[in-house]
């Protein structure tokens, strides 16, 4: 009897200590997130003045809805243009910055400034970077002979035009993670490899990725759903156009919520975005982290 | 052969000099240690051996030929570091494989070699285990393998017993010396552990701030120390010592002004030189009533402290205004504050110079 009683009171604390924390957890994240599940299976829209149960009707439309197919391949697209080469040019940049016998902390920033800078000036910049005529990359083709391109302009260009700008962008992000990872790495494994007389490239193979890995896997988790979530820049740019060339899932939501006013829908849409999350969330965390080493 | 010699070698950080001048000459097989306090440049020194530290000055050759611009893996040495430097993400097995994968080494030739080194080291039931899943002197063990699988015929040792408890530490330097013996390599061994050093070494070089100090055997060292030092770096409890003036017309030595003491040994000194007298703690021996004098000095002393250790007794007192420590087989029930008479035979007495702290009696080498 006592001990149940002690373990209450060990519990009790444990929760009161929780609560804090907790409380705006259940109200900004929780009850959202069950009162976007309720919605998505409700019409919600400018049409209907309450809201009413519509079944899975939301999610029936959703499929036939063209649109909705081609935000989410372009989203694909934008992931698999954005992720590998981000996180492989913050590993190259790390490796970089770290090996930099002069200017360290130049190159550190150099490399880190992107990343201060708000999305919003980004997208500004890079704006007028790609403008027709009269922007920074046309004077530079212009130079070489080339013709005048349309960046954001052109249905062809517009998503390479978007992720290199990310690339840019998150490259350094990554880059601070990975240098902290390679200054976990003891020197004297280094040493020890230099006296077997392994090649740099044995000693990147061998032992710096491999103790990476752990960097790699939390970056690339970040960097996955960074390419869901980052989505600041269609606004000043592009507003998903031409012709939703460089429209993004949560862009379109986006839309759908507040200029078309179709909350059901939204939410339904909500609701596939996270799930997609999770589900690459969690093969990346159960599939591959068996194969990492953790110190 | 495996011979390493060091030819005036310095390393300098800018204008800071940390290793300087240090020349000497390893034999084949040899066990040399290099020990010295923190801060000695004893593992400078042996970075620079190894090829991880840049020679500022001076020449160093292995087997005959010139290093200094060989690097590491080109010098025929392995080398076992302080943190034991083990790959976390790689098996045991791997660990060791690492550096004939490297070089390329056929894989049944590999196989045969881990085999045997897994053997010698009694590691063989870990050969799948990760570093983390073992224990500090499994860590060792498999540091040590790593170093012999590749077969090279010197091998360096950072300060290895560091990170084992004491006990541990003494069981693994009798089976360092043992393999070391056993597979005839030359090992250079750095340590600021005078006891390994006197333990395991066949020579020894005993460095302060960047310079040597001493070379020799372990024995020769500890009886003969080349300075002052030297006399009380080694030896635990170190050896005592006091200033004194020496006094040739009366043969004998004067201790703080306050008592004379006839030794009839040490010639060649001049009058009222001011020297240092050292006197290992097993030197001092007590004088019992009865006993015959002839041969051997007495000095009467006041206990200050006792310490029992079972089989023998650390006995405290002061002479002049130094505290000595005399050391006594068995167990000596003495008080403190008991006065008693301490005998020594002027043998195994050291005469320091007062002012550069070199021995009188011996001559360096």
């Known amino acids: 009897m006592g001990e149940l009683r002690a373990k209450w009171k060990v519990n009790m604390y444990a929760w009161l200590l929780l609560l804090p924390s907790l409380i705006f957890l259940l109200l900004f994240t929780f009850y959202p997130v069950i009162q976007t599940f309720i919605l998505s299976f409700h019409q919600a829209d400018l049409g209907s003045p309450e809201p009413f149960f519509n079944g899975i009707d939301n999610y029936k439309q959703m499929v036939e809805d063209e649109v909705f197919w081609k935000v989410l391949t372009n989203n694909i697209w934008f992931a698999i243009g954005t992720v590998p080469t981000s996180v492989a040019l913050a590993l190259a940049m790390a490796l970089f910055a770290n090996k930099a016998i002069r200017g360290k902390s130049f190159i550190r920033t150099a490399y880190f400034y992107p990343t201060v800078v708000p999305m919003i000036a980004v997208a500004n910049i890079w704006l007028f970077i790609y403008t027709?005529?009269?922007?920074?990359?046309?004077?530079?083709?212009?130079?070489?002979?080339?013709?005048?391109?349309?960046?954001?302009?052109?249905?062809?260009?517009?998503?390479?035009?978007?992720?290199?700008?990310?690339?840019?962008?998150?490259?350094?992000?990554?880059?601070?993670?990975?240098?902290?990872?390679?200054?976990?790495i003891s020197q004297e494994l280094y040493e020890s490899a230099s006296m077997e007389g392994a090649s740099s490239w044995t000693v990147f193979r061998r032992i710096t990725f491999p103790l990476l890995m752990p960097t790699t896997m939390f970056v690339s988790i970040i960097a996955f759903t960074n390419s869901f979530k980052l989505v600041d820049h269609l606004v000043i740019m592009t507003k998903g156009g031409p012709d939703n060339a460089s429209n993004l899932l949560l862009y379109y939501i986006y839309e759908t919520a507040f200029s078309f006013w179709d909350q059901g829908m939204a939410s339904a849409l909500t609701i596939v975005m996270v799930v997609l999350l999770l589900l690459v969330a969690a093969f990346q965390f159960f599939g591959m982290d068996k194969k990492i080493h953790y110190n | 052969m495996a011979e390493v010699e060091l030819r005036r070698i310095s390393k300098m950080y800018g204008s800071q000099k940390v290793v300087n001048e240090v020349s000497t000459r390893i034999l084949p097989g040899e066990f040399f240690v290099?020990?010295?306090?923190?801060?000695?440049?004893?593992?400078?020194?042996?970075?620079?051996?190894?090829?991880?530290?840049?020679i500022s000055t001076g020449?160093?050759?292995?087997?005959?030929?010139?290093?200094?611009?060989?690097?590491?893996?080109?010098?025929?040495?392995?080398?076992?570091?302080?943190?034991?430097a083990l790959y976390p993400h790689l098996t045991v097995k791997d660990n060791i494989l690492f550096g004939l994968q490297v070089r390329k080494v056929d894989k049944a030739e590999q196989g045969k070699r881990l085999e045997r080194v897994a053997e010698m080291l009694g590691i063989a039931h870990l050969l799948q285990r990760k570093p983390k899943e073992l224990s500090g002197g499994q860590r060792q063990r498999v540091a040590l393998g790593r170093a012999i699988v590749s077969q090279h015929p010197i091998c360096l040792m950072d300060e290895p017993l560091s990170n084992l408890d004491a006990k541990l530490r003494g069981h693994m330097r009798t089976e360092i010396r043992r393999l070391q013996q056993e597979l005839g390599i030359t090992m250079i061994y750095v340590t600021h552990d005078q006891v390994e050093a006197m333990t395991m070494a066949d020579r020894m070089m005993v460095l302060r701030d960047g310079e040597v100090q001493q070379v020799g055997k372990p024995l020769d060292v500890y009886n003969h120390p080349a300075n002052l030092f030297v006399a009380e770096f080694t030896g635990a409890p170190p050896m005592n010592t006091v200033p004194a003036i020496w006094l040739a017309d009366q043969a004998g030595i004067e201790l703080a002004g306050q008592r004379f003491l006839p030794l009839p040994m040490f010639h060649g000194i001049k009058d009222q030189t001011p020297v240092v007298l050292g006197l290992r703690p097993e030197s001092l021996q007590p004088a019992l009533e009865g006993q015959s004098m002839d041969a051997s000095c007495q000095l009467p002393v006041t206990v200050q402290g006792v310490e029992i250790l079972g089989s023998e007794t650390i006995v405290e007192f002061t002479v002049g205004d130094k505290l000595w420590k005399a050391k006594w087989n068995g167990q000596w029930h003495c008080k403190r504050g008991e006065t008693m008479h301490v005998r020594f035979d002027p043998a195994q007495l050291n005469v320091f110079d007062g002012e550069t702290g070199k021995n009188l009696a011996v001559t360096t080498n």
């Not at chain 1, 998503?159 to 880059?175: D, L, Q």
């Not at chain 2, 290099?34 to 840049?54: D, F, H, N, Y």
């Open chain 1, 132 to 184: 027709p005529e009269y922007g920074a990359l046309s004077h530079v083709m212009e130079w070489f002979g080339k013709g005048d391109m349309n960046w954001l302009g052109d249905q062809k260009n517009v998503m390479w035009a978007m992720i290199f700008m990310v690339i840019w962008k998150e490259a350094g992000y990554f880059m601070i993670f990975y240098l902290a990872g390679l200054q976990n």
């Open chain 2, 34 to 54: 290099l020990v010295g306090p923190s801060g000695c440049g004893k593992s400078t020194t042996l970075r620079m051996i190894a090829g991880l530290e840049e």
């Open chain 2, 59 to 84: 020449e160093l050759l292995i087997g005959g030929k010139p290093m200094n611009q060989v690097p590491p893996s080109g010098r025929n040495i392995s080398m076992v570091f302080q943190n034991y």
